[in-house]
């Protein structure tokens, strides 16, 4: 249930093992095989890149880009060339050390500034052991690094309705998502689900990708357009909306007590920090 970057991977991959993976539904299973098979190509190097930052998750300072858009989903969504870029560099950018994306660097960042640590968001876990961490789906490559927390729970779709979380109220210090809300029908009630389960003064932080000069919009009425990887249809990689410049409107109106826009680099890694209000 998110953009992931194995678009180029998987556009070579055989019909006959891009089907199994579509019905797999177990996300550990899908997800050895899909390491496997990137595996299996490893000698295909990826190109050095360059970014003006350390990787906030793991300190690393090595680079590699892959680019992630395909034909129909540009034309799908109607973006331009500059959009594309910085969409390609969002998801294809990665630590060589620990394997984050650029987007996922973008949420480290973000909640480091927001505990105010001056820290790679692996020793996080040593800084705040008993932080209670919600993930909703995997955030990313930040799986790793959550699970050193004894208070980490990953919610993964099918399982768990974003929408209805079986949760209780403020059970929460952080939750966490990324490349997620928009694939939910409604997001406005996801967000309000988030900032339930949050305590007071805890924060949601979560990444979507953001087209920056225009507004959200649905996608209810137009045809089906899928993230992942070229030819994908599962029911969970449908873009159910597409969001922009407003973001922070939708963030509010679920609820939030404020909505921070924080930028790793704009604006292709930009993640928002929704702080959940002490009155509810
Ligand atoms: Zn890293």
Same mark, same amino acid.
């Given at each position: ?30 997800? =050895? ?45 109607? +973006?331009?060339?500059?959009? +594309? ?35 790679? #968001? ?22 790793? #690094?959550?699970? =050193? #927390? ?46 339930? +389960? ?50 922070? =409107?939708? +963030?509010?109106?679920?609820? =939030? ?8 680099? #704009? ?14």
């Amino acid at each position: 249930m998110m953009v992931t970057t194995m678009s180029s991977q998987r556009r070579a991959m055989p019909a006959r093992v891009r089907g199994a993976l579509t019905h797999l539904r177990d996300r550990d299973t899908r997800d =050895a095989l899909r390491s496997a098979l990137t595996a299996a190509r490893a000698n295909r190097r990826r190109p050095v890149a360059a970014a003006p930052f350390r990787c906030p998750c793991c300190s690393g300072d090595t680079f590699e880009t892959i680019r992630v858009l395909w034909p129909e989903l540009i034309e799908a969504w109607n +973006v331009g060339p500059a959009e +594309v870029d910085y969409i390609n560099r969002g998801q294809g950018l990665t630590c060589a050390t620990c394997g984050s994306r650029l987007r996922s660097m973008a949420l480290a960042h973000a909640v480091m500034a927001k505990l105010n640590l001056g820290l790679p #968001f692996s020793a996080l876990s040593l800084r705040h052991p008993l932080l209670r961490i919600l993930e909703v789906n995997r955030a990313g490559e930040l799986t790793q #690094f959550l699970r =050193a #927390f004894s208070g980490h729970v990953l919610a993964e779709y099918p399982a768990v309705d974003m929408m209805r979380l079986p949760y209780d109220d403020q059970s929460f210090d952080v939750v966490l998502h990324s490349d997620t809300l928009e694939h939910v029908p409604d997001p406005r009630r996801a967000m309000c689900e988030c900032l339930r +389960v949050t305590r007071p003064h805890g924060f949601v932080a979560f990444t979507t990708p953001i087209i920056h000069g225009r507004l959200t919009r649905s996608r209810l009425g137009l045809p089906d357009s899928f993230h992942g990887y070229e030819g994908a249809v599962e029911p969970d990689l449908r873009v159910e909306t597409e969001f922009g410049a407003d973001l922070w =409107a939708e +963030v509010l109106a679920a609820g =939030a007590a404020s909505c921070e826009f924080v930028s790793l680099e #704009f604006p292709a890694g930009v993640a928002v920090v929704a702080e959940a209000t002490s009155a509810r």
